[in-house]
């Protein structure tokens, strides 16, 4: 059958990768490179950055609908069988970037500044976690593994030019318009949980966006810890300030090293005045 061979195709297996090895490490080396050539090839932003966006968007969803079809799907010679795996369900945390992308790509205005701010901070911040800290996102399976990578790696890439090129404003407001973005999706999350447990999906399904949701054990690192100690609809403020703050600081950094960057660059103008 056509399309089980397919199927089996897209399954295809691999050694699972381990953090810091050559397939974490070069996935993550690409990410940044792609970031800065991005800089470097397009640095007209405001002509080229919405594009950009949501060319980065697609592609993300591409290999989302990908993922989706992998994990619903499996052929075993003779049928193929469909069994969707809820809590693969793409709404979480790392998700948003694919849905804020695309609208970004798609909007002007107001809107559309609130959606880039949020890919250069909350979406940099989830990013750089996953890079960093990969933990259980790897598998046996090849596609996923790219995928994984595609869709976190991404994150760094698009945040790197937004805020590198100047399209997304160094300046403490920008977290401001970010904000918004991120209670809304946290706002999804929150009701996806809630209809979930309405319907009884819980019964059978793992289903926990955002891991938020108060009818499951706890799972998110630190955050786990509060829901222990905090009445549900307390540490959901809680969860939303402890990432506005964790976006903050990546708009910080970026901020500290354009000042740095600006200072050398003052300075070796001045030296090369002097002489």
Avoid at 80 to 88: F, K, N, R
Avoid at 108 to 131: D, N
Avoid at 232 to 253: H, Q, R
């Amino acid at each position: 059958m056509f399309w089980g061979e397919v199927l089996n195709f897209l399954d295809s297996s691999m050694t699972t990768p381990t953090s810091y090895g050559v397939f974490h490490l070069v996935s993550f080396a690409l990410s940044i490179l792609i970031g800065v050539w991005l800089c470097i090839r397009f640095k007209d932003s405001e002509r080229y950055a919405k594009r950009i966006v949501l060319i980065t968007a697609i592609i993300v969803t591409v290999f989302e609908i990908y993922k989706q079809i992998n994990y619903t799907f499996t052929y075993d010679g003779t049928a193929i069988t469909a069994d969707y795996q809820w809590y693969a369900f793409p709404w979480q945390f790392c998700s948003t970037p694919m849905y804020v992308g695309l609208l970004a790509g798609l909007t002007r205005g107001k809107v559309h500044e609130s959606l880039c701010a949020y890919l250069a901070t909350f979406a940099v911040f989830a990013g750089v976690c996953v890079m960093f800290y990969p933990n259980d996102v790897f598998i046996s399976t090849i596609g996923i593994n790219i995928q994984t990578m595609i869709c976190h790696g991404s994150m760094l890439s698009i945040g790197i030019y937004l805020l590198a090129s100047g399209y997304v404003k160094l300046e403490h407001k920008t977290i401001l318009k970010a904000v918004p973005v991120f209670a809304i999706a946290v706002a999804v999350a929150v009701v996806l949980n809630e209809l979930a447990h309405a319907t009884g999906l819980l019964a059978t399904e793992d289903f926990n966006m955002f891991f938020v949701s108060p009818y499951c054990d706890p799972h998110l690192p630190v955050y786990s810890i509060v829901q222990q100690h905090v009445a549900f609809p307390w540490c959901l403020i809680l969860y939303i300030l402890g990432f506005s703050v964790a976006a903050y600081l990546m708009l910080l950094i970026a901020m500290g090293v354009k000042a740095i960057v600006n200072t050398r660059a003052a300075n070796k103008k001045q030296e090369i005045t002097i002489k």
